[in-house]
């Protein structure tokens, strides 16, 4: 089904608003936010639109001549999955742009933050909607570059530099990882379009090449996340901007690999390559992200680690290959980005008004900040699991879907 102008203006907007930042003068604090702030609200709005069609169980698609004599066209698809990711990418954008506005200083390039987040927001939005493999990787690689030049926004600071550095190299080589993989996928398939690619499960997982080809999309995908054993890059980018944490290394591209696992689930799952691979990086994650965060000291510190372990849980319930299973990963998806934005936002109030981060020199703050004290405790209780908040029935699905494999299991 072909859905015109909407999809390319999800995917274009941010872009557009982007190249208008760079054009701002450097003290253009408002200007600079109210321009990001309206295009992430009306590529939010945009994609609300297409809920109704969604709903019904289509598949929005809409392309542009490429590649042709490669069999590439640049193809944007949306079905209620991409229309879930696209409402997160676009809905926390617009929160974080309202929220940068108060947090970054008027002696910063504030333009430049907001030319360099709309970007990396288009990059995102392409990773979600595009409609070919070959295109997603291009994409994939893009927020890859925005993300370095977010992560080293404060150039002056050797540690954010050092953590850009970082996160680009690991990031971009496993991207690269992934595109052979993708590569690979075409050349069993026949085609990198997606609607073919998803429809040919079993004949990419009785193909010869489906081993290393597995191996390939999966460190593309686990380096993106932060999983095991390429976790390490992930506290290194807290030297960001909080709002770049908030936005990058809780909603968005620590969730792009869990998102291509989600996605590529109905063709590279099922297998015992893919149980003992995506299960055992998983669960070493879980434990390892949980059991660090005890010792941090360092608020956003230890929402890093703390991110690093809820997304091994997700990856583990990805490897289960139980139809369940992935509908409570993508369903903690959502609930974690959710409940840890909020925490990022409300680290960085703290540290923007008490000038630490350092849990240490931190008591009583609720007498000083109770609004942002309450919105931080609803968060945290989410996270924890807490009865009749969002991250219980997440947490709650995974734990009966994990009993129900493991009877499964004893049965078989």
């Known amino acids: 089904m072909s859905s015109g102008m909407p999809l390319l203006a999800i995917v274009a907007l941010p872009f557009i608003g982007s190249l208008v930042a760079v054009f701002l003068r450097q003290d253009a604090r408002n200007g600079a936010a109210v321009l990001a702030g309206t295009i992430a609200l009306c590529a939010t709005a945009l994609t609300a639109l297409q809920y ?3 709903h019904r169980g289509a598949v929005l698609r809409t ?25 997160l990418v676009t809905g926390i954008g617009f929160l974080v742009a309202l929220y940068a506005r108060y ?9 430049r933050f907001f030319a360099f987040l709309l970007a990396f927001m288009g990059a995102m939005l392409g990773i979600v909607l595009s409609g070919n493999l070959i295109q997603l990787v291009f994409f994939w690689e893009l927020t890859s570059v925005f993300s370095f030049l977010l992560i080293g926004y404060w150039h002056h600071n050797a540690a954010a530099r050092d953590g850009a550095r970082m996160a680009l190299t690991v990031t971009a080589t496993g991207g690269l990882c992934l595109l052979v993989g993708v590569l690979l996928i075409g050349h069993i398939v026949g085609s990198y379009d997606l609607d073919e690619v998803l429809a040919s499960g079993n004949q990419v997982r009785t193909s010869s090449l489906y081993l290393p080809t597995l191996i390939l999309v999966l460190l593309g995908a686990l380096t993106k996340s932060a999983q095991f054993p390429f976790h390490f890059w992930l506290p290194h980018a807290m030297a960001a901007p909080t709002p770049v944490s908030a936005y990058l290394h809780s909603a968005t591209m620590v969730k792009a690999g869990v998102f291509l696992l989600t996605l590529l689930w109905p063709v590279l799952s099922g297998t015992e390559a893919w149980f003992y691979i995506v299960v055992s990086a998983g669960l070493c994650t879980l434990l390892l992200g949980s059991y660090a965060a005890i010792f941090q000291q360092d608020l956003k510190g230890l929402l890093a680690y ?19 299973a992935a509908v409570a990963a993508i369903f903690h998806t959502i609930n974690h980005a959710t409940f840890k934005a909020s925490l990022f936002m409300a680290a960085g109030i703290i540290d923007h008004e008490s000038g630490t981060r350092d849990i240490r020199r931190l ?10 004290a309450t919105l931080a405790m609803v968060a945290a209780a989410a996270m924890a699991g807490v009865p009749l908040l969002n991250g219980f029935l997440s947490k709650e699905m995974f734990f009966a879907e994990a009993a129900a494999f493991h009877v499964d299991s004893l049965l078989d």
């Open 63 to 87: 392309g542009i001549e490429w590649i042709p004599t490669l069999g590439l066209n640049f193809t944007l698809r949306m079905d209620g999955f991409t229309w879930l990711f696209t409402m």
């Open 52 to 54: 109704p069609a969604v």
């Open 306 to 324: 703390s991110t690093i372990s809820h997304l091994g849980l997700i990856t583990l319930l990805l490897g289960l290959s139980s139809p369940l």
């Open 363 to 372: 008591s009583g703050l609720f007498r000083f900040m109770p609004i942002t």
């Open 103 to 111: 947090y970054m200083s008027p002696s910063d390039p504030v333009p």
